[in-house]
């Protein structure tokens, strides 16, 4: 199944250009072959790319550096003195 997002009027500006930056092309390509009928692999392609589209839109929180404590630097320079 292929989806071209920038052509979809269900979307956003906004979601397109979230889409934009994780797919190279305009067309997201869904395959599926679960099922042994036509109809419900296109059933299951539908609702895989609906799950695909939905995960992709939250967005990502940014991930915070955390830093060691000063004690924790202090402990690891005398353990390796130590040695």
Do not use: C
Not at 25 to 33: E, L, Q, R, Y
């Amino acid at each position: 199944m292929f989806f071209n997002f920038q052509q979809s009027k269900n979307l956003s500006d906004q979601e397109k250009v979230m889409l934009q930056e994780l797919y190279n092309d305009d067309t997201i390509i869904i395959i599926s072959h679960e099922e042994r009928s036509q109809k419900q692999n296109k059933e299951s392609a539908i609702q895989k790319l609906f799950n695909e589209i939905n995960t992709n839109l939250i967005p990502r929180k940014e991930r915070l550096a955390t830093k060691f404590p000063r004690s924790q630097k202090t402990k690891r320079y005398v353990d390796k003195t130590r040695q």
